[in-house]
């Protein structure tokens, strides 16, 4: 994918280190189906106020995967800007998705066209697709039953399949059981904006989906409205982000990118390390022996 | 002539159209898009051998933003 050394070079530093004792110099890259990626954010395609303004936090992100969807061609007026002129085909790899589907018959269809669309395109991302068959036009949350069919049928035609889930861990395990290649349980409802709500649920999940097979990868799908919200889901130990509309819709969407590309980053550092334990009372920072003062004795 | 409905929409095309002169008519660009024919995928490399026939139901879709 990144033959050309300029963008090899403007990718650097994205991956976070992870030294161990075997490997010092170790990159921690992103690893998911076939794709290795060294950055933890993919970006949505949506929304944005305009092309230039969706290609500079495409750019702002240090984002390598971006997200894409599938709809009719106009029949009339077909001469209009393309985004592939803007999301350039040869630089990142595209995940096409099934958004707007709400049975799985559809969302198949949905995904062979996307797979054809890339193929000819020659993007490493025709043997992908992120999977959504929503339930419900108000929450768009998931509805699991079409999900499944849809996975399993998808999975059968050799694609890898990347499951926008909801927060329940019994569905997350049967989509994992059917083949999916990511379940990608959402944070919060999609556009929400209100982080990640659910955090018991999704530690369930990355407990269960992780027990035995530490490198199945399990992306946060959806509802983060900020970059601390990021930060969040990438300590609890998701392995990657995927967001559109806390970027596309913020103020200063070049800026919110760069902040979404540090808040993957700082989390991810934050997971690696190994939190200190929460404790009720205080642990003093600075030795207690020698202080000139006297303690209080009014604990006892 | 024959009628087809192409996303949606009923169109009258002359006998014999092949789905590469179909995007033609069309005035389709061709680089980003799919075809699908009563909901099978027509892979790129049958669209000149392909012909639509009277009662057809096609899909043109291509990429736009999404997340």
Known sequence: ?300 | MIEVTINGEKRAFKTGLSIADLLVELQMNTRAIAIEINQQILPRDRHHQTRIVSGDVLEIVTLVGGG
């Open chain 1, 1 to 300: 994918m990144l033959t050309d050394q300029s963008q090899k070079t403007e990718f650097r530093g994205d991956a976070v280190g992870n030294p161990t004792a075997e490997k010092p110099n170790a990159i921690d890259l992103f690893r998911v189906g076939n794709h290795k990626f060294q950055s933890r954010l993919i970006l949505g395609s949506g929304k944005y106020d305009s092309f230039e303004i969706m290609k500079e936090s495409l750019e702002a992100a240090s984002t390598q995967c971006v997200t894409i969807a599938v709809r009719r061609e106009r029949l009339h007026d077909s001469s209009g800007r393309n985004i592939l002129d803007f999301v350039d085909p040869e630089r990142y790899i595209l995940l096409p998705n099934t958004a707007g589907c709400y049975d799985a018959d559809t969302a198949v269809r949905c995904a062979r066209m996307g797979r054809e669309i890339l193929k000819g395109l020659e993007n490493p991302g025709a043997d992908w697709v992120k999977l959504e068959v929503l339930g419900d036009s108000r929450t768009l949350l998931p509805d699991p039953i079409e999900l499944l069919k849809a996975t399993e049928t998808l999975v059968s035609e050799g694609f890898q399949v990347m499951c926008y889930s909801s927060d329940d861990p019994i569905v997350a395990r049967r989509l994992k059981d059917a083949g999916a290649t990511s379940v990608m349980p959402a944070g919060s409802p999609i556009g929400s904006g209100l982080g990640v709500i659910n955090q018991n649920s999704l530690q369930i999940i990355l407990d269960d989906l992780k027990r035995g097979d530490p490198d199945y990868p399990v992306i946060i799908d959806a509802g983060v409205g900020t970059a601390s919200d990021v930060a969040v889901a990438m300590e609890l130990g998701f392995d990657a982000v995927l967001l559109n509309t806390a970027v596309a819709k913020a103020e200063d969407p070049v800026k919110m990118a760069r902040a979404m590309r540090f808040g993957v980053q700082a989390g991810r550092l934050a997971y690696l390390s190994g939190r200190i334990p929460k404790s009720r009372y205080a642990s003093a920072s600075s030795p207690e022996v020698g202080v000139i003062s006297k303690r209080p004795n009014r604990s006892k």
